[in-house]
């Protein structure tokens, strides 16, 4: 009797490999026509998640297009693609894909969804709805003002505790305590105090660079998201009653929600304001407020330390940008340049364009479902159901469309007279890409973004000179799906030159 038992749950336990090594070869047959990794085809262990945990997104996904081609696999369902064409297609709002299970991984709680975390596209529609009026700043007031503020703070930062000491800084950290108070002060009405006391308030950047791995695997894994619920996993995550790091946000986040709603409801111009008048409910506002500030802060704050990094190391760039800065220059110090007259300024717009280019912030695979009935794109069949993300920084240096020096940092590739208009309409719409595009998948703090970037390169180098105190190894920088950047060492002189008055 006991051996035939033990004969049946053997006879189960082959059945069950045997069922699943079928499904994985059918899995693996229906992509095979697409090249890759050799093992990427049979499990997300052989690329995706050596890939997540490597540091190097850029550089797994280089290497992989480099040998491969324009549309790789690199997963059992996952394809990946620097043809930004087929890209700007699938991203399109008429176009029929749609999120993949992939973005549950960037709940910030995992029982609630915020917009960036949303599958539902209807859902995701309504919200974006409702959430881009405050965003865009039509309905919100002192936008520009909230941002000059911190561009203001940062300078004084500096000054006062650096450059009249004569002492260096990271300006890895620097960057991101800017980026932060901006998000901060344009959500909650204040900043949080990351420039004013010159620390990392509630260890909030630490805390999220050590989280930074664990997202990058629930992005492959989106099912383990639902497991974090079990009351085992749950006292591990971070909740709104912490002293520090994300759990920390959710409190003021709540807090910050309370206040705009009940009898004694605080009604003010601001984006919280926006957002409750075009009917987000508390519970959706307690969301969105942390993910504002994960997708707003660490994102800006790599633009702005890999321009700075990429003009403080090119002395022609660096002489051209200071030149056109001087052009609109003198005027007080206490002053901040006004978005219109930087918006109008062709090289700083340049050097804008060519650090985004250069190092997209935001290295996600974002993919998207192809749609069913499949799709097909250059003769390469798409099968229905399959996923397809985008190797971002691939994307942006494909020599057709940037030229043979796409991998140099060259802000004049965006002001060449010599390129046709067709060229360059390419370029910016491929270049634009780095924010995601149209009324469906297009960042919703790109304005905010552009601006907080263009004030804080013009400010920088209106009034200093850096100097790197380690040109050998100027930072740490590793990428999960964002970049972690610090130990980025800088010295800075205040310009001997008529640029402040
Ligand atoms: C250089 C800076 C930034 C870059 C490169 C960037 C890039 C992106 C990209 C590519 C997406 C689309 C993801 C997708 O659906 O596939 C996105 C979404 C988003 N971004 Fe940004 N972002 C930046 C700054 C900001 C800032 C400053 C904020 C907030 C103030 C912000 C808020 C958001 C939000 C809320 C979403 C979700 C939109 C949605 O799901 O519909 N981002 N961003």
Redesign the pocket.
């Known amino acids: 009797m006991l051996s035939e038992n033990r004969s049946l749950v053997q006879c189960l336990g082959l059945l069950l490999v045997v069922t699943f090594l079928i499904r994985r070869l059918r899995q693996w047959q229906r992509l095979r026509h697409i090249p890759g990794p050799p093992l990427a085809g049979f499990s997300r262990l052989f690329w995706l998640v050596p890939m997540a945990r490597s540091g190097d997104l850029p550089g797994w996904m280089r290497v992989a297009e480099q040998k491969y081609g324009r549309i790789v696999r690199v997963g059992p369902n996952m394809l990946m693609t620097t043809d930004w064409k087929l890209w700007r297609r699938i991203?399109s709002a008429r176009s029929r894909y749609v999120?993949a299970e992939r973005f549950k991984g960037f709940r910030l709680d995992p029982t609630k969804d915020h917009?960036?975390s949303?599958t539902d596209e209807r859902e995701?529609s309504r919200l974006?709805t409702i959430m881009i009026h405050g965003?865009s700043g039509k309905e919100v007031e002192g936008v520009e003002e909230k941002v000059d503020h911190e561009v203001l703070s940062l300078v004084d930062l500096l000054e006062s505790r650096y450059i009249s000491q004569n002492k260096i800084f990271d300006f890895g950290r620097k960057a991101q305590y800017f980026?932060t108070d901006v998000?901060a002060h344009?959500t909650f009405g204040r900043p949080l105090g990351f420039l004013a006391t010159d620390s990392d308030v509630y260890n909030y950047i630490s805390i999220i660079e050590k989280q930074l791995p664990v997202i990058g695997m629930m992005l492959n894994y989106p099912g383990f998201v639902k497991l974090l619920n079990w009351p085992i996993f749950n006292r591990l995550l971070p909740k709104a009653e912490d002293e520090s790091g994300m759990g920390k946000l959710m409190g003021l986040a709540k807090e910050a929600a309370a206040e705009r709603f009940g009898p004694n409801k605080k009604v003010q111009k601001d984006m919280l304001g926006s957002f409750v008048a075009r009917g987000l409910t508390q519970d959706e506002v307690e969301a969105e407020i942390p993910?504002?500030l994960l997708?707003?802060s660490d994102?800006?704050a790599?633009?702005i330390r890999t321009t700075v990094l990429l003009v403080t190391t090119n002395p022609r760039v660096l002489r051209k940008l200071q030149a056109e800065i001087d052009s609109v220059a003198p005027y007080p110090k206490d002053q901040v340049i006004r978005d219109e007259t930087a918006k109008a300024l062709p090289y700083l717009n340049a050097v804008v364009k060519e650090g985004?280019r250069w190092a997209?912030?935001?290295v996600d695979l974002?993919a998207k479902v192809v749609p069913p009935g499949g799709d097909e794109w250059e003769g390469v069949v798409l099968p229905a159901g399959a996923e397809i993300g985008w190797n971002a920084t691939g994307l942006m240096r494909v020599p057709e469309l940037f030229g043979d020096d796409a991998d140099h940092f060259r802000p004049e590739r965006w002001t060449d007279p010599n390129t046709s208009p067709e060229k360059r309409k390419d370029m910016e719409t491929a270049g634009d890409l780095?924010?995601?595009v149209g009324s469906?998948?297009?960042?919703?703090?790109?304005t905010?973004?552009l601006m907080?970037?263009r004030k804080a390169i013009f400010e920088l180098y209106r009034r200093y000179e850096f100097e790197v105190i380690h040109p050998d190894k100027p930072w740490l920088s590793r990428c999960w799906n964002v970049y972690e950047q610090h130990e980025f060492w800088v010295k800075a002189y205040t310009r001997d030159s008529a640029s402040t008055a």
């Open positions: 991203m999120r917009v960036l949303l995701h974006r965003y980026t998000v344009i993910l504002q997708a707003g994102t800006t790599t633009a985004l997209p912030p935001g974002s780095v924010f995601g469906r998948y297009q960042c919703l703090g790109r905010i973004a907080e970037i």
